[in-house]
């Protein structure tokens, strides 16, 4: 098996804040694929305003030089964190992660990520299509309206800006409803992916739950 926590799940249930947390804990590497799809999307709007060509799309993502942390977003040397935390790049990035040939190119990229060391990853497909074989698999959920409070209350997300909670669940139903339903890796839960359910549990706790998980499963030292 690959040594790869897999935390899958839906925008808002926790799993950024949860996994940088549980890497940090842990000493592991981490990466959030979201990102990813979110930097190909704004790269390719920024060089044509469009995203009908998806040849050109897995162009982008293919040479794209990807410079992840835990707080930033760096492509081609240039910091695009603020540029990517949009609604509008939140849709954008799903029509990405849509098409087949940018997705086959990203979860490539996304797997050579593994090949130095253990791995916290986060997305939605980790545990299904990137890392089948992940030692551990998660899927983190909450109810909509936690969901749609935790993004509007986030300082790192731009939709953090909207005044009313109606509109950051109306950009999340519609990230659900592209996830879910598209042909080339929705968003579902592994078979064998443990769920935590966030609703109205702290941080903390989510994530010493998920640490317990993780020790108890691989024998670490608490």
Do not use: C, N
């Not at 925008?11 to 950024?16: C, D, N």
């Not at 835990?70 to 799903?94: K, L, M, W």
């Not at 990137?130 to 969901?147: G, N, S």
């Amino acid at each position: 098996m690959t040594k790869v926590l897999a935390i899958d799940g839906p925008s808002g249930a926790g799993k950024g804040t949860v996994s940088r947390a549980v890497a940090k804990e842990l000493q592991w590497s981490y990466v959030d694929t979201g990102a990813m799809y979110r930097a190909v999307a704004w790269r390719t709007l920024e060089q044509t305003k469009s995203l009908a060509d998806e040849e050109f799309i897995a162009t982008v993502a293919r040479v794209t030089v990807f410079d992840l942390d835990f707080t930033r977003v760096v492509i081609d040397g240039e910091d695009i964190t603020s540029h990517v935390r949009t609604p509008e790049i939140d849709v954008a990035a799903s029509t990405v992660a849509r098409m087949p040939s940018v997705r086959s190119v990203l979860v490539a990229r996304q797997r050579e990520f593994a090949a130095g060391g253990p791995v916290v990853m986060e997305g939605r497909d980790i545990g299904t299509v990137v890392f089948p074989d992940a030692i551990i698999k998660l899927y983190l959920d909450a109810t909509p309206e936690e969901r749609a409070k935790r993004r509007a209350s986030d300082p790192v997300h731009a939709l953090s800006q909207a005044t009313e909670i109606g509109v950051v669940a109306s950009a999340l139903e519609s990230r659900d409803r592209l996830d879910r339903t598209r042909q080339t890796s929705p968003l579902i839960r592994a078979d064998d992916a443990i769920l935590i359910e966030t609703t109205g549990v702290s941080v903390g706790d989510v994530v010493a739950k998920v640490l317990s998980i993780v020790r108890d499963r691989l024998d670490l030292e608490r």
